[in-house]
């Protein structure tokens, strides 16, 4: 009876550090995805203050809050350029581009900096809130010039190369 009682008691105890090396295992997985996350959110420049950033299950985002809009929002622009290059079948950005879309884009990148200088300045502390979306309206408006750029980098190339043909 005893003998019987020991073995499972060895039993249960096998168990129980097996589910333990398990959920250490799980743990250290997770928190070393973490790191490396951090590790690479630290390559963009970002600051990576915990008091300026989103937690998701406990773990902090590998960007702020404002970059987090920012890098939402480059995401976002270049699908959607992608689409629009593919329904066109060119990669020449948006061939009618006035000069209200630039002003656009500039006030989105206006509110950012605004947003931005508001809080550098120690007028009033930014919200995560207000980072988010600021950041967001900044990057599509940042995103906007740099696919302009690279659509007249582009043109430019073009033009070079159809007068070298002739
Ligand atoms: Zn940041």
Same mark, same amino acid.
């Given at each position: 009876?005893?003998?019987?009682?020991?073995?499972?008691?060895?039993?249960?105890?096998?168990?129980?550090?097996?589910?333990?090396?398990?959920?250490?295992?799980?743990?250290?997985?997770?928190?070393?995805?973490?790191?490396?996350?951090?590790?690479?959110?630290?390559?963009?420049?970002?600051?990576?203050?915990?008091?300026?950033?989103?937690?998701?299950?406990? @773990?902090?985002?590998?960007?702020?809050? =404002?970059?987090?809009?920012?890098? *939402?929002?480059? #995401?976002?622009?270049?699908?959607? +350029? %992608?689409?629009?290059?593919?329904?066109?079948?060119?990669?020449?950005?948006?061939?009618?581009?006035?000069?209200?879309?630039?002003?656009?884009?500039?006030?989105?990148?206006?509110?950012?900096?605004?947003?931005?200088?508001?809080?550098?300045?120690?007028? @009033?502390?930014?919200?995560?809130?207000? =980072?988010?979306?600021?950041?967001? *309206?900044?990057? #599509?408006?940042?995103?906007?010039? +740099? %696919?302009?750029?690279?659509?007249?980098?582009?043109?430019?190339?073009?033009?070079?190369?159809?007068?070298?043909?002739?």
């Amino acid at each position: 009876m005893n003998a019987q009682t020991g073995q499972e008691n060895h039993d249960l105890d096998k168990e129980a550090q097996e589910e333990s090396k398990m959920c250490m295992k799980h743990k250290t997985t997770d928190d070393q995805r973490w790191i490396r996350f951090m590790k690479i959110g630290e390559k963009t420049g970002c600051h990576q203050r915990y008091d300026r950033s989103f937690f998701f299950h406990g @773990k902090q985002f590998p960007v702020c809050a =404002r970059c987090t809009g920012l890098l *939402l929002a480059y #995401l976002i622009s270049i699908i959607w +350029y %992608l689409v629009i290059s593919c329904k066109n079948h060119s990669f020449a950005y948006l061939p009618k581009r006035g000069r209200q879309s630039h002003i656009i884009a500039f006030f989105g990148c206006l509110t950012m900096l605004i947003d931005w200088t508001i809080q550098a300045v120690h007028v @009033k502390e930014s919200t995560n809130k207000r =980072r988010v979306i600021t950041g967001f *309206l900044g990057g #599509l408006g940042l995103m906007h010039f +740099y %696919l302009t750029i690279y659509n007249r980098i582009g043109s430019y190339i073009g033009k070079k190369s159809r007068r070298g043909k002739d």
